[in-house]
C-alpha cells in the first residue's frame, strides 16, 4: 500500500469515527425534535420512533397560552447587552494593562484572577443584597449588571491576544498625534477581530442558556428568560413532556443557529489567539 492510499485510508476511517460520534451526540437532539410532534400518550409508547401522527399542537399551545414572545425578547434584551458590556469593559481593561505595564497593574492583574477562585455560589448572598439595595431585584436591568461581572473573563482572554500585537504600531500612531482612545477603536479594535468574535460567541451562548441567575433574581412572569419557562413548563407532580421539549427546542433553536453561523470565528479566534501567544 503505497503513502498516499495510507493517508486516504486513514481518513477514510477518522471521518467515519467522527460522523459515529456525531450521531451519537445528536441522540439527545433527536429525541427532543420527534417528541414535539407527538401527545403525552404517544410519546410514552415510543419515545425514540418517529411520530405516526405529527401534530403542532404543543407549538400552538406554547405560543397561545405561554409568554414565549415576551421571553425571547426579555433574553435578546438581557443577552446583547450584557455581552456588548461585556466585550467592551473587557477589551479596555486589557488594553489599559498592556499599555500601562507596572507593578500596580500586574498586581490588578493578579486580585482579578480571584474571580476565577471564588464559586459563584459563595456571592450569592452579597450579590442579592446589593441588587436588593439598589432596586435592581426582579429586573433586567439587574440581570445585566450581574452579567456584567463576567468582564473579567473577556479581560483575561483579549489580554494574551493584545500582548502579542506589534507594539509598532501603537508607537507610530503616538507619533502621528494619535491618542489613546483613539488607537484603541481605529488600530487595536480591528486587529482583536478573531478573539472578540469568539468572545461574543463564548458569552452569548453562556448568558442565553443560564438559569440560576434569573431564577434567583426574577419573580414577574412577564421578564422571564426563555430558560424560565422551560423550568416553568415541569409541573409539580406531573409533566407534560412533549411540551417541554417543544419550548426546550425553542429556546435551543436561535443559540444554535448563533453557534452555526458563528463556528467558524470561534476556530479562527482559537488559533489565531494560540500563534500569537
Given at each position: 500500500?503505497?503513502?498516499?492510499?495510507?493517508k486516504?485510508?486513514?481518513a477514510?476511517?477518522?471521518s467515519?469515527?467522527?460522523?459515529?460520534?456525531?450521531?451519537?451526540?445528536?441522540?439527545?437532539?433527536?429525541?427532543?425534535?420527534?417528541?414535539?410532534?407527538?401527545?403525552?400518550?404517544?410519546?410514552?409508547?415510543?419515545?425514540?420512533?418517529?411520530?405516526?401522527?405529527?401534530?403542532?399542537?404543543?407549538?400552538?399551545?406554547?405560543?397561545e397560552?405561554?409568554?414565549?414572545?415576551?421571553?425571547?425578547?426579555?433574553?435578546?434584551?438581557?443577552t446583547?447587552?450584557?455581552?456588548?458590556?461585556?466585550?467592551l469593559?473587557?477589551?479596555?481593561?486589557?488594553?489599559?494593562?498592556?499599555?500601562?505595564?507596572?507593578?500596580?497593574?500586574?498586581?490588578?492583574?493578579?486580585?482579578?484572577?480571584?474571580?476565577?477562585?471564588?464559586?459563584?455560589?459563595?456571592?450569592?448572598?452579597?450579590?442579592?443584597?446589593?441588587?436588593?439595595?439598589l432596586?435592581?431585584?426582579?429586573?433586567?436591568?439587574?440581570?445585566?449588571?450581574?452579567?456584567?461581572?463576567?468582564?473579567?473573563f473577556c479581560?483575561?482572554?483579549i489580554?494574551?491576544?493584545?500582548?502579542?500585537?506589534p507594539?509598532?504600531?501603537?508607537?507610530?500612531?503616538?507619533?502621528?498625534?494619535?491618542s489613546?482612545?483613539?488607537?484603541?477603536?481605529?488600530?487595536?479594535?480591528?486587529?482583536?477581530?478573531?478573539?472578540?468574535?469568539?468572545?461574543?460567541v463564548?458569552?452569548?451562548?453562556?448568558?442565553?442558556?443560564?438559569?440560576?441567575?434569573?431564577?434567583?433574581?426574577i419573580?414577574?412572569?412577564?421578564?422571564?428568560?426563555?430558560?424560565?419557562?422551560v423550568?416553568?413548563?415541569?409541573?409539580?407532580?406531573?409533566?407534560?413532556w412533549?411540551?417541554?421539549?417543544t419550548?426546550?427546542?425553542?429556546?435551543?433553536?436561535?443559540?444554535?443557529v448563533?453557534?452555526?453561523?458563528?463556528?467558524?470565528?470561534?476556530?479562527?479566534?482559537l488559533?489565531?489567539?494560540?500563534?500569537?501567544?
Open positions: 500500500m503505497s503513502m498516499g492510499q495510507r486516504r485510508l486513514h477514510g476511517i477518522l467515519v469515527v467522527m460522523i459515529a460520534l456525531a450521531l451519537i451526540c445528536a441522540i439527545p437532539l433527536y429525541i427532543v425534535i420527534v417528541n414535539t410532534f407527538k401527545n403525552s400518550a404517544d410519546m410514552s409508547l415510543d419515545p425514540f420512533g418517529l411520530p405516526k401522527a405529527p401534530t403542532f399542537e404543543n407549538y400552538v399551545y406554547a405560543f397560552n405561554l409568554p414565549i414572545i415576551q421571553a425571547t425578547v426579555n433574553t435578546i434584551i438581557v446583547v447587552v450584557s455581552v456588548a458590556l461585556m466585550v469593559i473587557g477589551s479596555l481593561a486589557a488594553y489599559g494593562m498592556v499599555q500601562k505595564k507596572s507593578r500596580f497593574t500586574a498586581a490588578i492583574g493578579s486580585f482579578l484572577l480571584l474571580s476565577f477562585v471564588l464559586p459563584g455560589q459563595v456571592l450569592l448572598i452579597p450579590q442579592y443584597k446589593m441588587e436588593s439595595s432596586g435592581l431585584v426582579d429586573s433586567l436591568l439587574g440581570l445585566v449588571v450581574l452579567y456584567t461581572g463576567a468582564s473579567t479581560y483575561f482572554l489580554v494574551n491576544y493584545m500582548r502579542g500585537l507594539q509598532e504600531l501603537f508607537e507610530a500612531a503616538r507619533l502621528d498625534g494619535a489613546s482612545l483613539r488607537i484603541f477603536w481605529q488600530i487595536v479594535l480591528p486587529l482583536c477581530r478573531p478573539i472578540l468574535a469568539t468572545v461574543i463564548f458569552e452569548t451562548m453562556w448568558t442565553w442558556n443560564d438559569f440560576m441567575t434569573p431564577n434567583i433574581y419573580s414577574s412572569v412577564e421578564k422571564q428568560t426563555l430558560v424560565l419557562q423550568f416553568n413548563a415541569m409541573g409539580q407532580f406531573t409533566t407534560n412533549p411540551l417541554f421539549m419550548i426546550t427546542f425553542i429556546a435551543l433553536v436561535p443559540v444554535f448563533f453557534f452555526i453561523f458563528c463556528q467558524k470565528w470561534i476556530v479562527s479566534g488559533v489565531a489567539g494560540s500563534v500569537k501567544g
